[in-house]
């Protein structure tokens, strides 16, 4: 989905509704560090629900007096719900749902969402039937690269196995060589305690999706899933490929996400700057929501009674439509990740992309590519950079004054649905 840069400032504050912080628990992280991004990007946003924060990060706990303070400015608030909460708890008038894992796993619960409700998924593993073109996404990446790395130094003899909320008595451990060590989330283990185990692992068993799979793959230790947890296919093969990991049902997959586990440190690096690209558009679209009911209460003030009233209208989730820049002319832009240095690849995603479409946009290839590429054109560019050099290059990108609308797709990946599907030049 689209991104924008919003060409607003940030007067309604965001309200994270999270958990008390703890670092065994990514989808817990995610909302702490999205609340921490916000503030050190510009923008004010506090936590709710919790008074266990982390000191490192720009996290204040929201007060009343913060609350008040909102009020009576006549601000409104941006709650932002993992999807672990049900309903409306807050009573606020404009909410976000934050998709962090398939709604209803960890509850048993829907999200009982309101029809004014933006809805942003943290990755494609979670949106379910919908169509991946379809959702808009917020995709934080908080795995430490500079920790789950590997070590060439380490021997790579260990077998481990994954446990949380998969029952532990239905674990078969006779199934897995002798001697696999099981990790558990009943007896957590510090981030540096994990990295150095999984620097030494040979395969991690695992019969659920888990930001430790990711980090076992990113130390070089590939990953076997167990259709008993009830996958049926390995996870992230949106971000990986086939890269890194397999089901225990594949004849020689451990051989195989062997041999392709190495590249799965260099996707999660090149990923980092994704965040940047499009919180932009997470910013607008809420920062319009709030505007939208700030005027509408201001108007039922002005004229009482005749007008509509907070809560009532059209608040809606502009999730395809971009919002004016005040320029004008707009320039629609597309970033081509090419972490893996695939030609290819990369000309299958430039031939999808529609002729009548290309010539008023600005493309962008990010590639690692060591060959000659082709000459600058006023719509396709090649940007050569080292894996090490991917956070801040796409970063970079994403806040060129050239982009003011942003999609970011894997080298190989079709863009012809998608220009067939949205308006993306908009005058």
Known sequence: MSTSASQHSSPHPYYIYAPAYRETSAGI??????????NSRGHEAYIVGTSVVNPALRTPVLSAEHADSHRQRGRVPIVVYPEVVSGNPLGAQVCVRYILNTVGRLTGQPLNEGEEDLIFYYSENFIGDKQKDEVDYLYLPVLDTNLFKPDPAKVKDRSFVFQYRYPLEKIDFSR????????????????????????TGKVLYSYELSAVCVEAMMCGCPVIFMQEGGLRATPDSFMFGTNGSAMASERNGLQRAAATVSVVHPIVLSQMGVFAAQLPWFVESTQEASRKVQ???????????????AGDGEAGHAATTKPSSGKTALTAGVLILDPAGDG????????????????????????????EV??????????????????????????????????????????????????????
Request: charged share 15%; with cysteine; aromatic share 6%.
């Open 344 to 371: 290819q690849k990369i000309q299958q995603t430039l031939q999808s992309i529609d002729a009548d479409c290309a010539k008023d946009l600005l493309v962008v290839v990010l590639t690692t590519l060591n060959a």
């Open 374 to 427: 082709p000459a600058w054109t006023p719509r396709l560019r090649y940007l050569k950079a080292t894996t090490r050099e991917y956070p801040a290059v796409v970063e970079a990108v994403s806040a060129h004054a050239e982009i003011n609308w942003l999609t970011i797709a894997e080298a190989g990946t079709s863009l012809a649905g998608f220009f067939e599907s949205q308006s993306v030049i908009q005058a």
């Open 295 to 309: 005027s509408r209460t201001q108007a039922a003030v002005v004229t009482p009674g005749s007008g509509p009233q």
């Open 29 to 38: 992280v995610v909302l702490h560090t999205l609340c921490h991004e916000l």
């Open 176 to 199: 897995f060589p002798p001697g696999t060590e099981l990790l558990s989330m009943a007896n957590p283990v510090s981030l540096a305690e994990l990295a150095a185990k999984l620097q």
